[in-house]
């Protein structure tokens, strides 16, 4: 299987809230890594628990996924009752068919504003997915 389509089981299977099968697209030494807030997830049973244990009232869409070998890129929207739209980079790495690592930025669109000087440079809006 391509790199870029286990990675695009890994969030349809999150998605569906199907765990074994997000259990099945991960390495059983899975490292997760989330720079924003600094957690380290190690091992498939945290990386599901961490999916599993989520409240619900979100939903995933997947923007895009770029192949660049081993690695791949997906950008994810996950919008969330009563919190906002989450968008997700996340950087993968495949090997024998599964994820072997990631790292993952986490963020929620539009959370914060740009800079005043800035201003005079940019303009704020939303570019089409």
Do not use: C, H
């Not at 090997?95 to 669109?109: K, M």
């Amino acid at each position: 299987m391509e790199s870029t389509e286990v990675v695009r089981r890994y969030w349809s299977s999150v998605w569906s809230r199907n765990w074994a099968a997000v259990g099945q697209t991960l390495a059983e030494d899975v490292t997760v890594f989330w720079p924003v807030t600094r957690e380290i997830i190690r091992g498939r049973d945290n990386m599901v628990a961490v999916n599993s244990e989520r409240r619900n009232g979100w939903s995933i869409d997947v923007l895009e996924v770029y192949d660049a070998g081993e690695v791949v890129v997906s950008e994810v929207q996950v919008p969330q009752e009563d919190v906002g739209i989450f968008r997700v980079v996340s950087i993968w790495t495949v090997s024998g068919g599964v994820i072997t690592s990631g790292r993952e930025y986490w963020t929620l669109y539009g959370g914060e504003e740009g800079l005043d000087w800035r201003r005079k440079y940019t303009s704020v809006g939303d570019l089409p997915s």
